[in-house]
């Protein structure tokens, strides 16, 4: 359902295993968001966008450089299942899946973004059950069930 790395977050500059992965999944852009009240613009709003349940049509992939948050994902039954994410967790949220993203009582996180190609930050909240991603997404999850 997502896939998950540890890495070695303290040298994420310079980490042949994280160039791995990147060359691997075609993972070509990146950049780095830092969300706390200072340092993040329209902190409250966005804070609130990413707690809306959605989804994407792209893979959603986070590289925890320091501090700590939760992804909520949902289950195979639409159950929410909490994923705790500290520094060197990677995780990548396949197209299509719902989900959301809380900060926890740190209330900071710095994080890597990784993208195939030109990203494209657009979240579908639920209900956004006609997208492609969705369906070929759904799909997936019935194979592997059966
Ligand atoms: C997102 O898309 O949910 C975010 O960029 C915020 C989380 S980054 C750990
Ligand atoms: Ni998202």
Redesign the pocket.
């Known amino acids: 359902m997502t896939e998950s790395h540890q890495l070695d977050a303290d040298k994420y500059e310079n980490d042949p295993e994280l160039e791995k992965i990147r060359k691997e999944r075609n993972y070509s852009w990146m950049d780095i968001?830092t969300?706390c009240k200072d340092k993040l613009p329209n902190y409250e709003e966005?804070i609130k966008m990413?707690y809306e349940e959605h989804l994407?049509l792209d893979e959603?992939i986070?590289y925890?450089l320091d501090g700590s948050?939760y992804?909520d994902v949902r289950d195979a039954e639409d159950r929410w299942v909490r994923i705790s994410?500290e520094k060197g967790d990677m995780i990548t949220l396949p197209a299509g899946i719902y989900?959301?993203?809380t900060l926890d009582e740190q209330n900071y996180?710095k994080?890597m973004?990784l993208f195939v190609g030109d990203p494209v930050?657009t979240?579908y909240n639920r209900p956004a059950d006609h997208f492609e991603a969705r369906g070929q997404y759904v799909e997936f999850l019935a194979q592997t069930a059966a």
């Open positions: 968001i969300i966005k990413f994407h959603e986070r925890i948050g992804f994410m989900h959301r993203f996180v994080a973004r930050w979240a």
